[in-house]
């Protein structure tokens, strides 16, 4: 069934020599009855970060969802890492390559603070996930607290648990859903750091975020969305020009 | 000697019974629980199955000679394949919707298995030998120990201890357990659920089968032998809660002894006492003794 799909990625986009991991066209998704995504564009590159700007209700959350196949009803097309996705069950979507930290951050409470941490399969065999000691090289408290059970943590831990998480599958193209919300400024920066080093290991981040001041400075790009659409795309360098029309689209 | 005037053999020998029985609410309720933890399905068909692993045993005796050991081992994997059957063409479903759809379809297939077997060989039960190594009795002091009754309690407490032990300290058990909590993000992990829920729902049903192949040499084989169980044992999943799975081998065993020594002391309540001390929990703890409250 994937035999058309799996063709090179890298073959087909002569004009850039960018290799397109993550690429939406018109992706339409319904939760039930309700019509949320109603035809969404977004590419993204190898290595870049890119970051979903937008109002609570935009649709940004269901657009990480229906990459994920999380939603009801998805229609349209996601390409991950050349390879059509829009009807593969969520798990092989994992597969492809595609790690999810889902905004409620989904620790699970029966399970310590390493069994959540050791919980993800390596997705693939050629692609090692992180190992456990360089997670907790960079994330001290986890290696502290690996016995507690992975709810007993802070709230701050337990992102920084989520976000390890799905490091450890190997998957490289990440989706950030709220990192930053509600969490002590000390804790942002810790997690500003992690982007920047993942971006520098060749990583591929999507973000969803709120907090513009931490999105800001560490998006390559960014899409600004509106009842389920793409209104509004630009690049980092443009980000100055732009913010009169994201004052107005977003308020901030 | 004596206790509170009754002799102390007969305590004894109520507390094996007690025990004997016990093993089997244990066995059946801890099947129930893992299936309800993943599925979200009442499985109602527990009881059916149940009887079917107690007539497999028989009919592999009677037809094919396949001896009581032999079957212990394989009557599981058939009954459990069956299982997986049944969650593959009809469960998966119903996941979706109420658990009153699964209860319903589960019940539906309960009467169903039921009617097969009494069609075949009616509502009397057919005996079953107890296997030659088993037969006999031990004298322990003051009571003679059945030996085949000991060993149903040592063959299930096993069971279910290597069952706690692989549900809560292994890999494959923190699946299990991260699936109950949220299934959803364990296969965004890249876990493949759908297969890991036809496998649970075969496991808990093989346990079933086991307490039936167990339970094939103690009372008579006959297609009523499950509904008999499956209502005591609802009332014990009841009183244990759905959240804990030594919460429901505890409960499976001390229901069994508490039942044991009513027949003692109080015989006409022995029947009821389980469904009021349901009674009893339901009013003070909802949820179950090792339920969690939601």
Known sequence: ?252 | MEIFGIPWSLMLSQLLLGLVNGSFYAMMSLGLAVIFGLLNIINFAHGALFMMGAFFAWMGLNYFGINYWVALLIVPVVVGAFGILIERSMLRWLYKLDHLYGLLLTFGITLLLEGVFRSFYGVSGQPYQVPALLSGATDVGPLMMPNYRAWVVVASLTVCFATWFVIERTKIGAYLRAGTENPKMVEAFGINVPVMVSLTYGFGVALAAFAGVLAAPITQVSSLMGSNLIIVVFAVVVIGGMGSIMGSILTGLGLGVIEGFTRVFYPELSATVVFILMGLVLLIRPAGLFGKEK
């Open chain 1, 1 to 252: 069934m994937n035999t058309v799909a799996r063709q090179n990625p890298i073959v087909d986009n002569g004009h850039n020599t960018a290799k397109k991991v993550l690429e939406i066209r018109n992706l339409q998704a319904w939760y039930g009855e309700s019509y949320i995504l109603q035809g969404m564009n977004i590419t993204v590159n190898q290595g870049e970060v890119v970051t979903l700007l937008g109002r609570n209700g935009s649709g940004r959350t269901t657009t990480l969802r229906a990459i994920m196949g999380l939603t009801g009803a998805r229609k349209g097309s996601i390409r991950i890492n050349g390879v059509e996705s829009i009807n593969l069950p969520t798990y092989k979507i994992a597969h492809l390559g595609v790690g999810y930290c889902p905004e409620e951050r989904a620790i699970f409470s029966s399970l310590s603070t390493e069994e959540n941490l050791l919980l993800p399969p390596s997705l693939s065999k050629t692609e090692k996930g992180m190992p456990v000691k360089e997670i907790y090289d960079m994330f001290p408290n986890l290696a502290e607290r690996k016995a507690s059970p992975g709810t007993r943590l802070s709230g701050g831990e337990q992102q920084m648990l989520a976000v390890a998480r799905i490091l450890r599958t190997g998957a490289k193209l990440l989706l950030l859903d709220e990192i930053s919300e509600g969490l002590a400024p000390v804790i942002v920066q810790a997690l500003a750091r992690m982007i920047v080093t993942l971006k520098a290991r060749g990583y591929t981040i999507v973000m969803v975020e709120q907090n513009f001041r931490f999105a800001a400075p560490l998006a390559d790009r960014f899409y600004v969305v509106e009842h389920g659409q793409i209104v509004e795309t630009f690049a980092a360098s443009e980000l100055e020009s732009k913010m009169p029309v994201l004052g107005e689209l977003l308020g901030v």
